[in-house]
């Protein structure tokens, strides 16, 4: 059965935060979530920048951070959670033809393959739109082909630098 359960975005809170924190422990490698802080798996450095990017990125695109992230609801169940950060803008206004902005998503191994990625990918694009977002960037690492193919699917024109992403 290909047809991808009902997705939608909702704002990270403090439960959703903590249902997020449960679903990366059980169902992602601690490389997908957060970056390589404290030594390997999930220690008291990695929780502890989880927490506090979360909560730094709840002010929405516009607060200090310039970042939002939303957690992906899959028919009604926490999957993962994806993101949308200003870049640094050229010169122009911050919402000018030159605004920029980079995504990443994380999604628990259970709901990949599945739709909920570019269910999501397309939401989050809609948001960038309505927040007057010209381009929207990802990184993925060259050997993650299903990022790869979810960005494509999504329009990305893929390139490939020097660091191996």
């Known amino acids: 059965m290909s047809h991808s359960p009902d997705v939608r975005l909702v704002d990270v809170d403090e439960t959703v935060l903590d ?8 169902d992602a490698s601690p ?3 957060a970056p390589p802080l404290g030594g390997p798996g999930w220690n008291l450095e990695r929780t502890a920048w989880f927490f506090s990017y979360h909560r730094a990125a709840s002010h929405g695109l516009n607060g200090e951070a310039g970042e939002k ?9 926490l999957a993962g959670s994806i993101r949308l950060r200003r870049m640094e803008p050229g010169r122009g206004e911050p919402n000018g033809a030159d605004a920029v902005a980079e995504t990443g998503i ?16 397309r939401l989050v694009l809609s948001e960038a739109r309505a927040a007057g ?7 993925t690492l060259i050997g993650n082909l299903g990022a790869q193919r979810l960005l494509a699917g999504a329009g990305a024109v893929l390139t490939h630098d020097d660091g191996g992403a």
């Open 19 to 26: 249902q997020l924190l449960e679903l990366a422990k059980r």
């Open 31 to 33: 490389d997908e979530v």
């Open 69 to 77: 992230t939303w957690g992906i609801m899959a028919g009604g169940i």
């Open 106 to 121: 994380w999604l628990g191994r259970s709901f990949r393959s599945r739709g909920i990625g570019s269910a999501a990918l």
């Open 133 to 139: 977002i010209a381009r929207v960037t990802a990184r």
